[in-house]
């Protein structure tokens, strides 16, 4: 089967082409992602507004780039998939009633996906890998460690109780005065610093459920920062280094819960696999701190690829995909409405504060 899938949650807009052959093989036959990082770094974030409006003006050109890389027409789809929520609302709107409009123009069955879900089954389309698995979701927007059970199956283990951990990186570049997005900045700054000068919490720290919570972190860098002020170049490396060993820390700290309780939900599983998602995923420090914590647990580290771990739209096609290979009954889609929250375990309670920006997934 063939998929268009379309993604305007955020600041990317993006489309995409993807076949699942009846066996399970997966080709991504056209991968097309208009950044809009420029438009928003006189901000220092993502502007909702100006977010909406360069979907309105990029989003036919898109989905023609994608047809075109893909040598596909309408008439050779399956089903069209595109992002109905978690994101920024604008934007939202601009891909659903795309979307909308080309399934009742053509026929073609539309299928509204969670932004979140497209993350989650990523790993499936880039490596042979069966379910239950756990994912580590660390993005602009989000920070969770979801159980992956089946296609539409999630248990969420954990979660932000605040901001997310991209969003930690990006205040703290801002008051370091680094520029936007955030993360790149302070990882090179941390390169070059000393990361035991300053102590910085490590919040959560024993807690037995794998939450998280980055808002104290970020006051501690204001703090250190105002103390020092004016601050020389060896200090925002100090700091930005300081900042990231917290980080990484935390991170192995709470993601061990998390190995652990997987284990043992699961002690016949020989192939235990844990998939990191989101854009810090690029982080270096990072990545080497998952793979330490996953040999040492007995995991597989599946990282896909950046492009397919960023923002994109061919796992929100494989999402689609996905559904449609397991009869997932996906209701009326032409009466969806997009949702600016959408969580992937709708059981789970809603943690306090969590998401509340509600901007980036
Ligand atoms: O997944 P993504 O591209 O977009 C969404 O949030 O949906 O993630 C972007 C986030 C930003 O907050 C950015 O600062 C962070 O990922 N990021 C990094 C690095 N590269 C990007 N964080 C830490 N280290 C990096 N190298
Ligand atoms: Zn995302």
């Known amino acids: 089967m063939r998929v268009l899938g379309i993604e305007t949650s955020c600041d990317e807009t993006a489309a ?8 399970g093989t997966p080709a991504i036959l056209s991968n097309v992602v208009l950044s809009q990082i420029e438009d928003h770094a006189a901000f220092g974030g993502v502007v909702p507004e100006i977010a909406a409006r360069a979907h309105v003006e990029a989003l036919d050109g898109v989905i023609e780039a994608a047809f075109a890389d893909a040598g596909v027409t309408l008439a050779d789809l399956d089903a069209i998939a595109v992002t109905a929520g978690p994101g920024l609302i604008g934007g939202l709107i601009v891909g659903l009633m795309t979307a909308k409009a080309m399934s009742a123009a053509s026929g073609v069955p539309l299928i ?24 580590l979701l660390v993005s602009g927007g989000h920070t969770q460690i979801v159980e992956v059970r089946g296609v539409g199956d999630y ?32 990882e090179e700054w941390a390169a070059r610093g000393d990361g035991k000068r300053f102590s910085f919490p490590r919040p959560l720290r024993g807690e037995a459920r794998p939450d998280f919570s980055f808002s104290g972190l970020k006051t501690a860098v204001r703090q250190a920062a105002n103390s020092i002020a004016p601050l020389s170049d060896r200090d925002v490396a100090d700091i930005c280094a300081s ?24 002690p016949e599983q020989s192939d235990r696999v844990l998939v990191v998602a989101g854009g810090v995923a690029a982080n270096k420090a990072i990545r080497a ?17 950046l492009a397919l771990c960023t923002d994109n739209a061919a796992m929100i096609a494989w999402a689609g ?16 409405v997009p949702r600016s929250r959408w969580p992937l375990d709708e059981a789970a309670a809603p943690l306090i504060g969590s998401g509340k920006r509600g901007a980036k997934a």
């Open 16 to 23: 995409a082409v993807v076949e699942r052959a009846a066996d």
């Open 112 to 135: 509204a996906v969670n932004h979140l879900e497209g993350h989650a089954l990523t790993a499936r389309l880039v490596e042979n890998v069966g379910f239950p698995y756990l994912l």
């Open 155 to 186: 248990r969420r283990l954990g979660s932000t109780i605040d901001d997310a951990l991209g969003e930690a990186f990006d205040k703290t570049a801002k008051l370091l005065g680094l520029p936007y997005p955030g993360g790149p900045s302070v």
């Open 243 to 266: 900042f990231q060993a917290a980080i990484v820390d935390t991170l192995t700290e709470r993601l061990g819960k998390a190995l652990a309780a997987f284990t043992s939900s699961y």
């Open 289 to 305: 701190a998952l793979e330490t914590s996953c040999s040492a647990s007995g995991f597989r580290l599946i990282a896909p690829p």
């Open 321 to 336: 995909a996905e559904r449609l290979a397991a009869d997932i009954e996906t209701g009326d889609a032409m009466s969806v």
